[in-house]
């Protein structure tokens, strides 16, 4: 949100500063994984040029409407190489053993992972088991991370209950809730290298919560239901709570294998 204020303007900006932490180029072979609807995998393509391209994601909607936009844009090859599969089963990935991935990514989407911490070992074998120049070979995700000091011992009660409270609700595994510490710790334990952190978190919570209320009204016509907007209004008022009392961070990551 650090230009403009529109939902889809912020979504792009976050995809090119993923983008840049990890130099993405016509040389690069990426595997996205939580691509969502198909936006960044559009962009990937059409913006960065990038040589090959598959993805693996767990949601059979988001799938079936990725694939649609990559038809509608001709890029068939694409196409054949897009699965919905559980990310905890991404070493099965076919397409990740015979294409030389030399890219990684991860946008908005690891804090919902099974476990992120296979997601990182999953990557990083995948990445060493190419037969590419191994010193452009990198992992690239934005994240969110528990700040610095408010490790669970740390943590009053009453932040843990609500934090629990809400992981719960937005179905975020609470093993993926660390400090960026031990997530570095965690990237450099498999090997990688060069592993590189940016906060952007004033652009993310803040502005994302005031985006969202101004959204009331179109929410409550579109879908119809008291409940959604209530649920959409927790999370903004969360998301405030979380950035103004320190809880959580929005980072970006970057690590090489060399």
Request: proline share 1%.
């Amino acid at each position: 949100w650090q230009q403009g204020c529109a939902y889809s303007n912020a979504c792009e900006q976050l995809a090119r500063r993923l983008a840049c932490a990890v130099e993405l180029n016509s040389a690069c072979r990426v595997l996205d994984a939580g691509f969502g609807c198909g936006d960044q995998l559009l962009l990937w393509l059409r913006d960065y040029n990038i040589e090959f391209l598959c993805g693996i994601t767990s949601s059979i909607i988001q799938t079936e409407l990725a694939l649609q936009r990559l038809q509608q844009e001709g890029y068939h090859d694409a196409v054949n190489n897009i699965q919905q599969a559980d990310i905890a089963e991404l070493s099965n990935f076919p397409q990740i053993h015979s294409e030389n991935i030399n890219r990684v990514l991860a946008l908005d989407c690891a804090y919902h992972f099974s476990s992120r911490e296979n997601f990182i070992e999953d990557s990083y074998r995948i990445l060493t088991a190419s037969t590419s120049d191994r010193t452009n070979q990198k992992i690239g995700l934005t994240d969110i991370v528990l700040a610095e000091g408010m490790t669970d011992n740390r943590l009053s009660w009453r932040k843990r209950i609500l934090l629990n409270i809400m992981l719960r609700l937005s179905q975020i595994p609470q093993c993926n809730v660390i400090t960026l510490q031990e997530y570095k710790q965690q990237l450099a334990q498999v090997g990688f290298k060069q592993i590189v952190s940016q906060d952007i978190s004033e652009y993310v919570f803040l502005p994302f919560g005031h985006w969202l209320l101004s959204q009331e009204d179109r929410i409550k016509k579109t879908t119809g239901k008291r409940s959604v907007w209530l649920k959409y209004k927790i999370t903004t008022a969360f998301l405030a709570w979380a950035y103004k009392h320190e809880v959580l961070r929005y980072v970006i990551i970057s690590a090489a294998v060399k």
